[in-house]
């Protein structure tokens, strides 16, 4: 398609290697969102027609004011693009408040956008009118909607679980696994997000959340005990969160030390040429169960002017958990269609009562 685009004019091709060469693109939408979910549907999921999806770095504007990025994470990561994102933040504070003590300038003081903006059209051909009316009806067809609900845990936080001797973030953790076996029956694949900036140039990792201790902690939970006194069973369980939070700890380490494999067998699965024979591994079933596909969860801490972001699960039966802990209580954002966000939220407090029997005494 980008081939038959540069082929219709020469000023088609002028403008692709133009729109190569900018450091961004900002894309001006027509809609204006106005809760959560609305704004995660329309930065994400929004008309592909004012997208260009090859774009490495894209600002989506709305006429309501409300705006944000899209970037690739073949080039980004979130933790790259904090510090941009903090300082144009930082920036709309400082206008809005420049704005709440002094008039708004007339607009006959504004510089015409004509004086700096230049407007030009893609010419198309049939063909191509025709492979863009099928793609917007497939998008249209095939595209769900999210919920992105906003949760704050209040039962306990990072203090319960130092009093516990183990990390916030791996108890927490060990919670959001629990859940997850409350809510799909049995325990799924789940991968968390792991920041490599310790290194030069490092980029996030992934690492395996679903380990045996944490399964066997949420199995633990489940099954009848081989005890019959309840202080023996209580003690049984939290000997097994021990080792659960402990195991997550340690592989949450490594990782942050250049330790992980995913995004190292990642980058070998891409740099496979056409012609090359694809190694046994990476259509090994018990390899390609453990991908990312049930539960993406991730624990970086938000500035506070940026408290929405997130990404699109590829199986629509996908829960994304971001989580922020706080000495008394935890904030999460669950993102899933159908109702599944509102759902996830009823298993994490079903399972924080579960963990305050073991625990809390």
């Known amino acids: 398609t980008r081939t038959l685009l540069r082929e219709v004019s020469e000023s088609n091709k002028d403008l692709v290697e133009t729109i190569d060469k900018a450091a961004f693109l900002v894309c001006l939408d027509e809609q204006s969102p106005t809760s959560p979910s609305d704004r995660y549907n329309q930065y994400l999921l929004g008309d592909p027609r004012n997208r260009w999806c090859d774009k490495s770095l894209q600002f989506i504007v709305c006429p309501n004011g409300a705006s944000a990025y899209v970037c690739s994470h073949s080039n980004f990561d979130g933790v790259t693009t904090q510090k941009l994102i903090e300082s144009l933040n930082s920036g709309i504070a400082r206008y809005n408040a420049l704005q709440e003590d002094c008039e708004v300038a007339p607009q006959s003081s504004l510089v015409p956008h004509e004086q700096f903006m230049e407007h030009h059209t893609f010419a198309t051909s049939e063909v191509l009118s025709n492979h863009i ?170 500035d506070p002017l940026l408290s929405e972001g997130g990404i699109v699960m590829p199986d629509r039966e996908g829960i994304w958990v971001h989580f922020y802990v706080e000495d008394e209580g935890c904030r999460f954002v669950v993102v899933a269609t159908d109702g599944r966000a509102e759902a996830f939220v009823r298993r994490l407090e079903e399972a924080s009562e579960l963990m305050w029997e073991v625990l809390g005494g």
């Open 133 to 302: 009316k099928l793609v917007q009806r497939d998008f249209d067809a095939g595209k769900p909607t999210y919920t992105y609900l906003h949760h704050h845990h209040t039962k306990f936080g990072g203090r319960f679980f130092r009093a516990n001797k183990a990390t916030p973030n791996a108890g927490f953790q060990v919670l959001i696994q629990l859940a997850s076996r409350l809510f799909f029956g049995h325990q799924v694949p789940s991968w968390e997000t792991v920041s490599q900036r310790m290194f030069r140039q490092g980029r996030v990792d992934l690492i395996q959340t679903a380990l045996p201790a944490v399964t066997a902690f949420c199995t633990a939970m489940q099954e009848k005990s081989r005890h019959t006194h309840p202080a023996a069973i209580k003690e049984d369980r939290r000997a097994s969160f021990h080792a659960a939070a402990t195991a997550l700890a340690t592989t949450l380490s490594r990782v942050g030390r250049g330790e992980g494999f995913s995004r190292h067998f990642t980058a070998l699965r891409e740099v496979l040429r056409e012609d090359e024979p694809v190694p046994d591994l990476f259509t090994d079933p018990a390899y390609v169960k453990t991908l990312p596909q049930k539960l993406r969860t991730d624990c970086a801490r938000l």
